[in-house]
């Protein structure tokens, strides 16, 4: 009995036990293809389970201590009322954007652009309604090339994901303004939240993506999201991904891009809220020169917790990525990056950059760095480097020469060092939202 | 009263006694040269006068206009008017200078009970001020003293002296680095900057400067204390025989 006692409680268990419970609910039965999915997904989940303490890329964060809450985990998760006027916290004064609104995970066709007011051939959409009305077209990419097999939190939010948004470009279009995509969280009780995008961006299309995670709840969630990017040759994308969520939201951030021949793929990674945060960002190269930009800003405080886990696999020759994760702990709050670039045997000619700088502003902050190059090609181009230290004394100084208060002094010498990945945002008015939140944060 | 006055001022950094009791009196509308061999303290006074942190006043006391400057912090004694013109500015990257000039002058203006400049005087002003030490306006959208050659930043102190109008001034080697061109325009800029009501102490290795700063005062310090204080004349006597024979004099090995 004592046995059977430790495994129920083991946080796994919850989620196993919720699956059978909502097996005809979640598996979308209609589609069989899914069906098989969910099965396999739900057992490769079961075979690896939450990472142990000693799994080497969870070592500074403590996720299964987090997953010993008791978050309800429901298919369909309870829908808050919302208007525009609630959503407008999450608009970009300034940005003309197509708008997606996910509250709880969920698709909300009524306050999303509508589909006709988007160019011909364009499909952005829910999941779901992408996986009834275009079945050949989701089946081709949904899950391809998802890296269930190893990561437990792919698989399990693949064995449960319902909901999440679906974007097509038909090849050669370039949308005359960014997707917004704003995922609201809005909860009464303490909940486990898995959304799934899918991003298809076809041969020579250009897209720019915003998404904005926000939460307005005393209530605690944790959100298990992935999203896929499938890239085209010749494709351009530029990613905006900003965690605004409060301190009341935890979450692993799944990001996987592939990127096929002469594409380009631009990722900006803000973490500015929430509670324990994972950013998942793993690009893979699969034709040649394709070129990958990562950039990073973290801004922890009080209790926060903030990693950042980048992979770039360059599988093909003649690529080029290009790291620049800045952070900067505050308080008692807990920054990670650990930057992964593989070189596969025969990806000669690949050019990878990698930088992490960070400051830490207190002696409970802490900040773990960890640069991973495995690189089995012999004619290639690597750099990384890694700086951890407290803001320019000198600098501070100088400034406080001059009249400024210590505290105007710091604010601007922190808000210098989130410029060059700030000044990197080529939308105007998102980077000059961002410049606005990241100044009132210090004080500027 | 006197807008400066130091006395008996002694200054360590970690274990080592720098200023071994400093005298010095400084009136509005002055000019004070303070020459001295390398080592000799000019800089560390400097540093005491500003604020920094590093030093730490062992004995003596600083009145400014009457009040306890050791008791202000470094940023309290800019908006009462104390400049420091650097020795080495620091570069700042991403810290923009029209920011950053803008911040400081609101700074001051507001200790001063003054509101902010509207943004079109502000840019008039820098543009005026940069022009008076022949500086590229445009530098206002680079970062502080980033990427500046060494003449640059030194006519750009200048210029943020200009900006600030302090009450007393103090330039730490502005002339190091300067070639003979940048020394006449920095020397011009602050002669225009020359008033009745504001002080400057001028430190500086060579009595070259004090050709085109004509001082009224020149003192002479050597291992921590103004040995020797004399007129214009005073540093032409320097530049002819060199600090030995000062040393001498006082009984210090040369």
Not at chain 1, 360 to 386: N, S, W
Request: aromatic share 8%; net charge negative.
């Amino acid at each position: 009995m004592a046995t059977l006692t430790a495994t129920s409680t083991r946080p796994e268990a919850r989620f196993l036990h919720a699956f059978e419970l909502q097996a005809d609910t979640a598996l979308n039965g209609s589609n069989a293809h899914l069906t098989t999915l969910r099965r396999k997904a739900i057992a490769r989940f079961e075979a690896l389970g939450f990472p142990g303490r000693k799994a080497e890329a969870w070592k500074y964060t403590p996720i299964t201590r987090t997953l010993q809450h008791t978050y309800t985990i429901q298919p369909v998760p309870p829908l808050p009322k919302l208007s525009q006027a609630d959503l407008a916290q999450a608009a970009i004064p300034e940005l003309d954007a197509y708008w997606v609104v996910l509250v709880n995970g969920q698709f909300i066709p009524e306050l999303s652009t509508p589909a006709t007011a988007l160019p011909q051939g364009v499909i952005l959409t829910s999941l779901q309604h992408a996986a009834q009305a275009y079945p050949e077209l989701f089946t081709t990419y949904f899950a391809q090339k998802l890296d269930y097999e190893s990561d437990p939190f792919l698989a399990l939010n693949l064995a449960f994901a319902r909901d999440g948004f679906f974007l097509y470009l038909p090849p050669q279009t370039a949308l005359d303004r960014p997707v917004h995509v704003v995922h609201w969280i809005e909860v009464d009780e303490d909940l486990f939240l898995q959304p799934h995008h899918v991003v298809v961006v076809a041969q020579e299309a250009s897209l720019q993506l915003l998404y904005s995670g926000h939460s307005r709840s005393a209530a605690r969630t944790f959100t298990n999201a992935v999203t896929e990017l499938y890239i085209g040759r010749g494709a351009q994308v530029a990613h905006y991904d900003l965690r605004l969520e409060n301190n009341t939201a935890s979450g692993i951030y799944s990001t996987q891009a592939y990127l096929e021949q002469e594409s380009q793929y631009t990722n900006h990674t803000l973490t500015l809220d929430g509670a324990l945060v994972r950013n998942n960002v793993q690009v893979r190269f699969e034709g040649e020169a394709g070129e990958a930009h990562l950039y990073g800003l973290f801004l922890g405080r009080g209790t926060m917790h903030i990693d950042n886990h980048t992979m770039i696999d360059h599988a093909v020759p003649n690529c080029v990525s290009n790291e620049l994760y800045k952070g900067i702990l505050d308080d008692a709050s807990t920054g990670v990056f650990n930057g992964k670039v593989l070189v596969r045997p025969h990806a000669q000619k690949t050019n990878a950059y990698q930088s992490n700088k960070s400051i830490v502003l207190t002696e409970t902050a802490r900040m773990y760095a960890k640069p991973e190059l495995e690189i089995y090609a012999d004619d290639v181009r690597c750099t990384h480097g890694a700086a951890c230290g407290q803001l320019n004394e000198e600098g501070i100084f100088y400034l406080r020469a001059r009249g400024l208060t210590v505290q105007k002094a710091r604010a601007l010498m922190l808000l210098a060092f989130a410029r060059d990945v700030l000044d990197q945002i080529a939308v105007a008015p998102l980077r000059a939202y961002l410049d606005d939140l990241v100044a009132q944060r210090f004080g500027a | 009263m006197a807008l400066l006055e130091i006395r008996n001022l002694h200054a360590r950094i970690e274990d080592k006694e720098i200023l071994k009791g400093v005298n010095l009196t400084v009136n509005a509308g002055e000019v004070h040269a303070i020459m001295g061999p390398n080592g000799s303290g000019k800089s560390t006074l400097a540093s005491v006068l500003a604020g920094r942190e590093d030093y730490e006043v062992t004995e003596g006391e600083v009145l400014y206009d009457g009040k306890n400057l050791l008791e202000m912090e470094a940023d309290e004694r800019a908006r009462e008017g104390v400049f420091l013109a650097f020795q080495y500015p620091v570069e700042l990257p991403g810290v923009n200078m029209a920011t950053f000039l803008r911040e400081a002058l609101k700074a001051i203006r507001e200790h001063r009970g003054l509101p902010p400049l509207e943004p079109a005087e502000f840019l008039r002003l820098l543009k005026e001020k940069a022009e008076l030490v022949g500086l590229d306006p445009s530098l206002k959208q680079r970062s502080v003293n980033e990427g500046f050659s060494g003449g640059e930043k030194k006519r750009s102190e200048i210029f943020q002296l200009a900006l600030l109008e302090p009450r007393l001034a103090i330039l730490d080697e502005t002339d190091s680095g300067l070639d003979i061109d940048a020394l006449r325009t920095v020397a011009d800029g602050v002669n225009k900057l020359r008033s009745h009501d504001r002080a400057f102490i001028v430190i500086t290795h060579y009595q070259r400067l004090l050709n085109y700063i004509v001082p009224d005062y020149v003192h002479v310090m050597v291992d921590g204390r103004i040995v020797r204080s004399g007129d214009k004349n005073l540093a032409l006597e320097l530049e002819e025989k060199g600090y030995d024979w000062i040393r001498e004099e006082i009984g210090l090995p040369a």
